[in-house]
């Protein structure tokens, strides 16, 4: 059975600091694995994803992750955060073929301070 | 034009009444789901449909229907309302064939059950 672990619940970290957020998770298949984001009560947006290619994966706003197949990781960089970055980042993932159950991570909360 | 909306956005119950919340995608998305978010953010899969066709249905309370009457509409009803059913749930859809994987995320309705 699929899992996702997100090692810290939360992060608490200065603007302009980098940060990692990160995610393993098990499968004994070939995965899909996504970040999403969550801002104070909205929805979930989509923040970058991992299918097949390059292991490294970037989002518009300065977000990259990195795939790591020997170590079932997928951690959520960043080099510079920006107060507008505090929200609850979510790792999932799915297998890569049927419907599409994904399965998420318990969450991490990102809290930028000035 | 608000990709997966749902609605209402904010429900205030008491406990034993029935309700429902609807979801609609303007995206021509053939599957849709029902998560449920916890007090802790911890999101969990309630339901699936593809093509009005229930394909995923977890452990959940059979006080839990969810109805498709087209692949654009997925509704959830919930009889008997119980404290624990206090939880935001969102709804969210995807195209089973090149999507990516990727799900897009209604908004959320938050539902509080006295």
């Known amino acids: 059975a699929q899992s996702v672990t997100q090692l810290d619940s939360q992060v608490p970290v200065f603007e302009e600091a980098p940060v990692e957020l990160r995610c393993n998770y098990s499968?004994?298949?070939?995965?899909?694995l996504f970040w999403y984001v969550q801002y104070p009560n909205q929805g979930l947006q989509l923040l970058l994803k991992?299918?097949?290619?390059?292991?490294l994966v970037e989002s518009i706003n300065g977000f990259e992750a990195e795939f790591n197949k020997s170590q079932t990781s997928f951690h959520l960089r960043k080099p510079s955060v920006h107060i507008s970055d505090t929200a609850e980042y979510f790792c999932?993932?799915?297998?890569?073929?049927?419907?599409?159950?994904?399965?998420f991570g318990a969450g991490t909360r990102l809290a930028v301070h000035p | 034009d608000t990709a997966v909306s749902q609605t209402p956005k904010y429900l205030v119950t008491q406990m034993g009444n029935d309700k429902s919340i609807k979801c609609e995608q303007n995206?021509?998305?053939?599957?849709m789901y029902w998560y449920k978010q916890d007090s802790k953010k911890f999101l969990k899969i309630m339901f699936s449909?593809?093509?009005?066709?229930?394909?995923i249905n977890e452990t959940v309370p059979n006080r839990f229907s969810p109805k498709s009457p087209d692949k654009a509409h997925l509704n959830l009803h919930i009889n008997s309302l119980e404290l624990g059913d206090s939880a935001v749930y969102f709804c969210?859809?995807?195209?089973?064939?090149?999507?990516?994987?990727?799900?897009?995320f209604g908004e959320g309705s938050r539902l509080t059950v006295l």
């Open positions: 999932a993932v799915t297998y890569s073929g049927g419907y599409n159950k994904l399965i």
């Open positions: 499968s004994s298949v070939s995965v899909y």
């Open positions: 991992y299918l097949s290619g390059s292991t």
């Open positions: 995206l021509g998305h053939d599957t």
């Open positions: 449909y593809n093509n009005k066709e229930l394909i």
């Open positions: 969210a859809s995807h195209r089973t064939s090149g999507s990516g994987g990727e799900l897009f």
